[in-house]
């Protein structure tokens, strides 16, 4: 193998290292987007008397909360629902839609 081919394979290595590379950039950053345009949704609904169904934290597996500020739930920090000394993360609520509290 030349000189000139080995320069050739290392810039192409280069080349595709860097588009992957900004690939995955633009991927975090679209979903991480998401993530919090849902976030801010849910906020609005659980601040306008709305339920979310939450799955309970790694300490409390197979518990699912009932979520809403009618049962003295909270935001707390802009990541999580507070009641007492309970917490649990706003990233595994689902909106509770069927209008029933």
């Known amino acids: 193998m030349t000189e000139e081919q080995k320069i050739r394979i290392g810039s192409t290595a280069l080349v595709v290292i860097g588009f992957v590379s ?3 950039y633009f991927s ?3 979903v991480n987007d998401m993530v ?3 976030l801010k949704s849910d906020e609005k609904f659980f601040n306008a008397q709305g339920s979310l169904f939450c799955k309970g ?3 409390h597996i197979g518990t699912d909360y ?10 707390y920090k802009d990541a999580y629902f507070k009641k ?16 029933k509290q």
């Open 84 to 99: 007492e000394d309970l917490l649990i993360d706003r990233k595994n609520c689902v909106r509770d839609e069927s209008g």
């Open 28 to 30: 975090v950053n679209m």
């Open 66 to 75: 009932l979520v809403s500020k009618e049962n003295g739930w909270e935001i």
């Open 57 to 59: 934290s790694p300490f």
């Open 36 to 38: 919090q345009t849902q």
């Open 22 to 24: 900004i690939f995955i």
